[in-house]
Structures are given as structure tokens and as C-alpha cells.
């Protein structure tokens, strides 16, 4: 054997939630986020693999029920397996719908590349008395099939062991296609000559797909195959008058549209191979999940049972979340005791530690417990199933806004961070619904707002800490619905996508995926500290050091000047100069809200001092302000960014910063000004 | 229920079960626009027109491909009306706006157990 390693490619394609992204993570040992609703791999993915001398490059395409020209996904499948001809094509199909799952197959089949099945969640079919004859299935469909167990991690090396024989060319290969029919045959046969006719069209498409492939596309009436074709021949050629002519023919004997016919056979086909190797010892029982649903999605239950679990998502964070914040809090305070004793000299280099470092970061770090938490719950609503059952409930509201109820989704996910939730809209089918839910997602509270509010509400609201931050909550989700009515009336205008959904089943969350789930987007938070917060602290620290001899954080520091230069804009909201500061570092990232705080009011991490600080430049009214101020403005840089990049221009993104400032002062002013009404302003 | 025998998805209650007849108002190509079907095929598209986007055949086509197709056996887990409806096909269980399950017309109690396939073909 060689001792250079044989590279290839392996593309790993299937149903949504048929379990790729497990698959993707056991062959390539990565920790690819997995959820239980349908989309979650809303990108392709890469990993490598090493097996008996072979490297493989995997790529994890997003799930897709078919292979249309219909929905971004489709095409992205499609694409890749056209112009990247991976050596091998892993089809992962779920065992426990297997049927549905096979229709995928059927045209996957007719890219002409070579496919291994790999029968994932064995056990889930077995549990339902399935019986799958292995190898019949392979026989019928002339495809190696391997049985697995992705989550137990159970089949992956016999699955490797499959690929590199189907690339060595030793698997078992039989050619097999779904046959449509005689009278359609004939017209794919007539078809497939007028391509190979075509000389630019043969030259251009024959490299990458099979004429079998593409005749069937321009009958199915595939926008893209036929845009492509059509403009690489002439408006009178052959192939554009077979086609006429193949159409007329079929939709005379068939009388319906020809993609209907298609699709039929495929599945007559799919039923047919499923009637011999399949065997059900009970037929269409209820599932666990049909009697789970039966109470989670019920029409009276349903929704006081999802307020709970909202409920519990927001007292376990904020609850348990405070034991572990307390030990942090101990821990920074030690740390700058700790300094303060042993660097008497220089003052510089003393005050940067203590008071931009240590107060800066870690009045920051202290939520990180709560900010796991919060992760935790989001992460076991998605791998449970319960999020698509979320949307279910609470399509008839979203409904109401013109939008469905998918669109919730990637509002939940807003609660954890807002980056991960605007890329989750990629699910949405429509784009004008798509381009709603990006804008006002930043509208949802994400953890990064959580220590400005736990911050203010100690000092201000101690009595009732919990009932002002939900409170806050509330408004950003209030606003974020008020916002959305608009977007659609006046920015994008028509009815909102018909909403199809798959339910997955419910599934136990696993420990390990819980944890990876947590880490993967909590760990963002510790490496944003790290970075952009230790960042921000040591400029605003620098601001508030110099000019030299100044006092540290006073009005007359650089930090002041700036602060005091912008006051007037904040000032009919009953801010003073240091708000201004703390919001425009906060534009980088919330949390420096609070390490601004620290660092201008000169007491470093020390959140007993921050509040007696606090509670001399604000009134609880203007407290309130200040937060639902930070709530609503610019979301921060990162978020601002994958909007940019997830509408694809910076016009959204632009447009998103001056919305949510204007909506920011506004909410602010009016808050303010009601309150003073009231005589709150004490 | 209609003179056909057929009733939508969305009317039907949960626990009720039936076979897919078709999908309604968006099933064929209405060129003339009177609802009446084909009036023959009219291949009249020029270079890149894309004559498919229309939503009506998009929707009917996703639906096909989640597997419901006529002839497939359906049943009706759970209807919130006004809300979204949950019907199971097979192994799968599907959520269906209201909008979309008024669509979808269905032939109450009859079926072929376990064949999803067009019952004609």
C-alpha cells in the first residue's frame, strides 16, 4: 500500500433531521452543532476523515426533501454534486421514515454518482417493530447500504469501510432508475438525443450531469436546467422544438402537469422497493411523540405549557445562575485586592489592571454562568423537537403579524444570541418573510444585554429584580411584533409564505450534545471577552486616564470630553455624559455597557461600588430608560455584520443601526417623559 | 362535505383519517384563468423567463415532496382551528398552516392501508 494518503471527497446529503450533521460528526470527529428541528445545517460544512490510507474531505450538505430548482437548499445540493463530483455521495436516510426518505434517493440516483446509503436511526425503527431486509434494499436499490446508529455512534467505521470500497470501485453497484413509464421514457429517450445533439448545450452540461438527468429536468419544467439550456441554443433548435413537442405529447395522454407524473413514479418506485424490504409489524400506531403532542400542541394546553417552559427557561438562568455569579464576582474583587497590594508602582500600570482589565472584563465575566444557562435551555428546546413545536403554537400570533410560525424560531434562538438566530431564518422559504424576521430579531433580548440589566436592576430595582427584567423582556418582544406589523405593510408587502413544516419526533437531548451545544456558543462569549471586551476596557480606560494628571474617569478626561461633546443628543432622555460613552462602546459589544460603567465611575469590578456610583447620576426612572435604551439601539457589531452578510447588503444592515437608534430614543423618550408625568422622576 | 365526495384537511378532525385526493386551486397550470385547467399546453416562454414561480405550483410541489401526494393516506393528529393543523403521513408528521390544509382536499375513510402510492396508478 502506498504511504501517501488517497484524498477524496465525500458529500454527505439527505432529508432534514435524517441525522447528517451526526453522521458528519462521528465520521469527521467534529462537533458540528446538532438540533432536532428540520434546517438546522443551514450551510455546507467541512470536515476531514481518515480511513485505511484515505483522506476524506466531508462535506455536510443541508438537508433537502427533493432536488428542484425550488428553495436555495435544493440547488446548493444539487450544485455541489454536479460541479465537485464527489468520489463518493453518502445518502443518509432515516430508517424510522424510510419511505419518505427514499424519494431523495430515487433522485440522487439519477445524478449518476456514485451512492452509499447509510440507514441511519436503526433503533428508532426497531423500537417501532420495522424490520428492513438490508440486503434486498441494497439489492433494489443497487446502492451499499449501511445500517447505523448515529447518535450511539454505531456503524461509522463499517460506513467508512463502504466508501472506500465504492471508491475503489469494489462496492456493490447496480444500475438502477426509477422507470417513468413507457410513453414517458420514450420522450426522455427523444429528449436525452436532441442534448447530445445540442453542441454548445452537450459541451457545456454533459461533463457535469447525465443527458438521462437533465431530459428529466427540462420535462419536470426545472426553472434552472431549462433557463441554462434554453440560452445555450437557439429559439427554433431541436432540442427546443423536441421539448414542445414531448410536452404537448405527455400532457395530452396524461392530462395533468408532467412534474406531477414525475413525482409520482418516483414515489410508485420508492413504495415499491419499501413493499418488499420492509416489513411493519403494527401499522400506523401512535407514536410516544403523537401521545407527547397530544398534550404539548394541544389547543387549550399548548400554549400555557409553552409559556412555562419560557418561564422556567428565564428562572433557572437568572436563579441558578446566581450562586456561581457570586464566587466569580469574589473571585474578581480577590484579583484586584490582589494587585492593588502587591503593584504599588506604576500608578499607570496599577489603574490599567485594576481599573480597565480586571473592572472592565471581568464586570463582564461575572454573567457568564447565567449566560451558559441560558444556552443550556436553548439548546435542549431545539435537540428535544419542542421548538418546532413552538412555531406550531404560536403560528396563529405570528399569523396575525404576516408572518408563520417558523419565523419563531429563529426568535427564540434571539433570547440566547442574536448572531446564530438571524443566520437560522436561512429555513424561511419566502424572502420578504425572511428579511422581517433578520430585522427585528435584534429586538430580542439576547444574554449580552443581561449584565447591563442585572447591573441596573440591583442598584435600582433590588425589590423586584426579576419583575423589571422580564419586564424588559417583554418590551423588546412587544416591539419586536410592533416593528414586524410595519416591515410587512410597508417595507415588504404581500402575504407571507404558506407554512409546511416537518414535526420531528421527540428525542431525550444527549448529555454530551447539550454540553458540545453550550460550549460551542457560550465559548463565543468567553472568547469575546478575551478579545473585544479586553479590547474596548483598555481604550476606555485609556480615554478616561488621559489627558495625564487628569482626575481618572472625570468630565474632563478624553472620555468626558467625548461624553460631554454628545450629551446634548441624550439629554431629553435624562442621561448624562457617561451614558453617551458607555453606549458608544456598547455598539461593539453590549456587555461594555457595563465594563464602561466600571471603568468611568472609577471603582473597576466592585458591583456594590458601581451601584452606589450609579445611583448618584441616575433616578430609577432614568435607570429604566437607560436599559430599555441599551435593549433596542444597535445591535452590536457582530450581529450587525451577519445581517450584512445574510441579506447581502449593507443597505439592511445600515438600515437596521438607524432604525433601532431612532426606535431606541423614541421608546426612551417616551418612557421618560411619562414617567416625569407621573412624578417618577425621583 | 362537497358533491365529490371530498372534504378539506383542514375541516377534518384529529383522529380522522382519509386518502389525499388533490391539492386544490393550485393543481394545474390556469392559463386562461377560468379554473378550467389546460387548454392545451402552451410552451410560449422566452430565453430565461422563469414561468414557474408562481407560489400556488412551488407549494404543491413541496408538499409532494414531503410525501404528500394523492393517494397517500392521511390522518388528521391534531387541528387548532384557526390555527395550524398536524396530519401524519406515514412516518412523518407534518404541520400545515390553515391556509395550506383548506387546500389539501381529502376522501374521508377510504384508503388502502399502508400504500402511499397513487391509488389509480
Known amino acids: 500500500m502506498a504511504d501517501k494518503p488517497v484524498r477524496a471527497t465525500v458529500a454527505l446529503a439527505g432529508n432534514p433531521n435524517a441525522g447528517k450533521t451526526t453522521v458528519f460528526n462521528n465520521l469527521t470527529g467534529g462537533r458540528q452543532h446538532v438540533g432536532n428541528w428540520p434546517g438546522v445545517t443551514v450551510e455546507k460544512k467541512e470536515g476531514t476523515s481518515k480511513y485505511?490510507?484515505?483522506?476524506?474531505?466531508?462535506?455536510?450538505?443541508?438537508?433537502?426533501?427533493?432536488?428542484?430548482?425550488?428553495?436555495?437548499?435544493?440547488?446548493?445540493?444539487?450544485?455541489?454534486?454536479?460541479?465537485?463530483?464527489?468520489?463518493?455521495?453518502?445518502?443518509?436516510?432515516?430508517?424510522?421514515?424510510?419511505?419518505?426518505?427514499?424519494?431523495?434517493?430515487?433522485?440522487?440516483?439519477?445524478?449518476?454518482?456514485?451512492?452509499?446509503?447509510?440507514?441511519?436511526?436503526?433503533?428508532?425503527?426497531?423500537?417501532?417493530?420495522?424490520?428492513?431486509?438490508?440486503?434486498?434494499?441494497?439489492?433494489?436499490?443497487?446502492?451499499?447500504?449501511?445500517?447505523?446508529?448515529?447518535?450511539?455512534?454505531?456503524?461509522?467505521?463499517?460506513?467508512?469501510?463502504?466508501?472506500?470500497?465504492?471508491?475503489?470501485?469494489?462496492?456493490?453497484f447496480r444500475d438502477v432508475h426509477v422507470n417513468y413509464g413507457r410513453e414517458t421514457e420514450?420522450?426522455?429517450?427523444?429528449?436525452?438525443?436532441?442534448?447530445?445533439?445540442?453542441?454548445?448545450?452537450?459541451?457545456?452540461?454533459?461533463?457535469?450531469?447525465?443527458?438521462?438527468?437533465?431530459?428529466?429536468?427540462?420535462?419536470?419544467?426545472?426553472?434552472?436546467?431549462?433557463?441554462?439550456?434554453?440560452?445555450?441554443?437557439?429559439?427554433?433548435?431541436?432540442?427546443?422544438?423536441?421539448?414542445?413537442?414531448?410536452?404537448?405529447?405527455?400532457?395530452?395522454?396524461?392530462?395533468?402537469?408532467?412534474?406531477?407524473?414525475?413525482?409520482?413514479?418516483?414515489?410508485?418506485?420508492?413504495?415499491?422497493?419499501?413493499?418488499?424490504?420492509?416489513?411493519r409489524k403494527r401499522d400506523e400506531a401512535l407514536t410516544t411523540s403523537d401521545r407527547i403532542d397530544n398534550v404539548l400542541t394541544n389547543r387549550i394546553l399548548g400554549f400555557p405549557f409553552f409559556a412555562f417552559f419560557m418561564w422556567l427557561m428565564f428562572f433557572l438562568t437568572f436563579f441558578l445562575g446566581k450562586f456561581p455569579m457570586h464566587w466569580i464576582d469574589r473571585l474578581m474583587r480577590g484579583l484586584a485586592n490582589l494587585i492593588n497590594s502587591n503593584l504599588a508602582s506604576p500608578e499607570w500600570l496599577r489603574?490599567?489592571?485594576?481599573?480597565?482589565?480586571?473592572?472592565?472584563?471581568?464586570?463582564?465575566?461575572?454573567?457568564?454562568?447565567?449566560?451558559?444557562?441560558?444556552?443550556?435551555?436553548?439548546?435542549?428546546?431545539?435537540?428535544?423537537?419542542?421548538?418546532?413545536?413552538?412555531?406550531?403554537?404560536?403560528?396563529?400570533?405570528?399569523?396575525?403579524?404576516?408572518?408563520?410560525?417558523?419565523?419563531?424560531?429563529?426568535?427564540?434562538?434571539?433570547?440566547?444570541?442574536?448572531?446564530?438566530?438571524?443566520?437560522?431564518?436561512?429555513?424561511?422559504?419566502?424572502?420578504?418573510?425572511?428579511?422581517?424576521?433578520?430585522?427585528?430579531?435584534?429586538?430580542?433580548?439576547?444574554?449580552?444585554?443581561?449584565?447591563?440589566?442585572?447591573?441596573?436592576?440591583?442598584?435600582?430595582?433590588?425589590?423586584n429584580q426579576g419583575t423589571v427584567t422580564f419586564?424588559?423582556?417583554l418590551l423588546g418582544v412587544i416591539l419586536a411584533v410592533a416593528m414586524a406589523k410595519l416591515f410587512r405593510k410597508f417595507l415588504f408587502p404581500g402575504e407571507s409564505e404558506p407554512f409546511v413544516m416537518e414535526l420531528p419526533p421527540y428525542r431525550w437531548p444527549t448529555l454530551k450534545g447539550t454540553l458540545v451545544h453550550m460550549w460551542d456558543r457560550g465559548s463565543l462569549f468567553l472568547r469575546k471577552a478575551g478579545t473585544v471586551i479586553l479590547a474596548g476596557s483598555v481604550v476606555i480606560w485609556l480615554l478616561s486616564y488621559l489627558p495625564p494628571g487628569v482626575k481618572y474617569g472625570s468630565a474632563s478626561s478624553a472620555a468626558g470630553m467625548i461624553g460631554r461633546a454628545l450629551e446634548p443628543l441624550v439629554k431629553p432622555l435624562g442621561f448624562e455624559w457617561r451614558a453617551v460613552v458607555a453606549?458608544?462602546?456598547?455598539?461593539?459589544?453590549?456587555?461594555?455597557?457595563?465594563?464602561?460603567?466600571?471603568?468611568?465611575?472609577?471603582?473597576g469590578a466592585d458591583r456594590t461600588a458601581i451601584s452606589a456610583g450609579l445611583q448618584q447620576i441616575f433616578t430609577p426612572l432614568t435607570a429604566y430608560c437607560f436599559m430599555a435604551f441599551t435593549l433596542l439601539y444597535t445591535p452590536c457589531l457582530a450581529t450587525v455584520a451577519v445581517i450584512r452578510k445574510e441579506t447581502g447588503s449593507w443597505k439592511w444592515a445600515a438600515f437596521t443601526i438607524a432604525y433601532s437608534l431612532a426606535l431606541a430614543w423614541l421608546v426612551a423618550f417616551i418612557i421618560y417623559r411619562v414617567g416625569l408625568l407621573f412624578g417618577l422622576g425621583r | 362535505m362537497s358533491a365529490s365526495g371530498l372534504i378539506p384537511l383542514g375541516f377534518m378532525r384529529p383522529g380522522e383519517s382519509g386518502v389525499l385526493a388533490e391539492i386544490r386551486g393550485l393543481r394545474h397550470h390556469d392559463h386562461d384563468g377560468t379554473g378550467a385547467g389546460h387548454a392545451g399546453p402552451k410552451i410560449t416562454y422566452k430565453r430565461g423567463h422563469l414561468h414557474h414561480s408562481d407560489r400556488g405550483h412551488r407549494l404543491v410541489h413541496r408538499l409532494n415532496h414531503m410525501g404528500l401526494i394523492p393517494g397517500a393516506r392521511v390522518m388528521v393528529m391534531r387541528n387548532n382551528a384557526p390555527g395550524p393543523v398536524i396530519v401524519a403521513v406515514k412516518d412523518t408528521r407534518l404541520c400545515l398552516g390553515r391556509g395550506v390544509a383548506n387546500k389539501v382536499m381529502v376522501r374521508p375513510g377510504a384508503g388502502v392501508e399502508g400504500s402511499p402510492a397513487r391509488e389509480e396508478s
Request: glycine content about 8%; proline content about 3%.
Open chain 1, 351 to 463: 489603574s490599567l489592571l485594576v481599573d480597565g482589565v480586571v473592572g472592565g472584563v471581568g464586570a463582564v465575566l461575572v454573567f457568564l454562568p447565567q449566560i451558559f444557562i441560558i444556552f443550556i435551555c436553548i439548546s435542549i428546546l431545539e435537540d428535544t423537537g419542542y421548538m418546532a413545536r413552538a412555531a406550531f403554537i404560536m403560528d396563529r400570533i405570528m399569523h396575525w403579524l404576516g408572518l408563520h410560525g417558523k419565523s419563531f424560531i429563529p426568535m427564540v434562538m434571539g433570547f440566547g444570541c442574536n448572531v446564530p438566530a438571524v443566520m437560522a431564518t436561512r429555513t424561511l422559504e419566502s424572502d420578504k418573510d425572511r428579511m422581517i424576521t433578520i430585522l427585528v430579531n435584534p429586538l430580542m433580548s439576547c444574554t449580552a444585554r443581561l449584565p447591563v440589566y442585572a447591573l441596573f436592576t440591583a442598584a435600582f430595582f433590588a425589590a
Open chain 1, 52 to 172: 485505511e490510507g484515505y483522506v476524506f474531505t466531508v462535506v455536510d450538505l443541508p438537508g433537502t426533501y427533493s432536488l428542484t430548482a425550488y428553495s436555495l437548499e435544493e440547488v446548493i445540493v444539487r450544485d455541489f454534486i454536479a460541479s465537485e463530483k464527489p468520489d463518493v455521495v453518502v445518502d443518509v436516510v432515516d430508517a424510522s421514515n424510510i419511505e419518505r426518505n427514499l424519494y431523495l434517493t430515487t433522485q440522487l440516483m439519477e445524478l449518476g454518482v456514485p451512492i452509499v446509503v447509510a440507514l441511519n436511526m436503526m433503533d428508532v425503527a426497531e423500537g417501532r417493530e420495522v424490520q428492513i431486509d438490508l440486503e434486498l434494499l441494497s439489492e433494489l436499490l443497487g446502492l451499499p447500504v449501511v445500517p447505523m446508529v448515529g447518535l450511539r455512534n454505531r456503524g461509522t467505521d463499517e460506513l467508512k469501510r463502504v466508501i472506500v470500497s465504492a471508491i475503489r470501485g469494489e462496492a456493490h
Open chain 1, 471 to 473: 419586564s424588559l423582556y
Open chain 1, 583 to 603: 453606549l458608544l462602546f456598547g455598539f461593539v459589544a453590549k456587555e461594555i455597557v457595563v465594563s464602561t460603567y466600571g471603568a468611568l465611575l472609577g471603582v
Open chain 1, 186 to 279: 420514450e420522450e426522455i429517450a427523444k429528449l436525452e438525443q436532441a442534448i447530445q445533439a445540442e453542441e454548445r448545450v452537450s459541451r457545456e452540461f454533459m461533463g457535469r450531469y447525465s443527458s438521462r438527468w437533465l431530459a428529466v429536468k427540462l420535462l419536470e419544467e426545472d426553472e434552472r436546467v431549462e433557463k441554462d439550456i434554453l440560452s445555450n441554443c437557439e429559439p427554433g433548435c431541436e432540442l427546443f422544438r423536441q421539448l414542445s413537442d414531448s410536452r404537448r405529447h405527455l400532457l395530452s395522454i396524461f392530462g395533468d402537469d408532467i412534474e406531477t407524473v414525475v413525482v409520482d413514479m418516483r414515489y410508485g418506485f420508492v413504495s415499491g422497493v419499501v413493499r418488499e424490504a420492509v416489513k
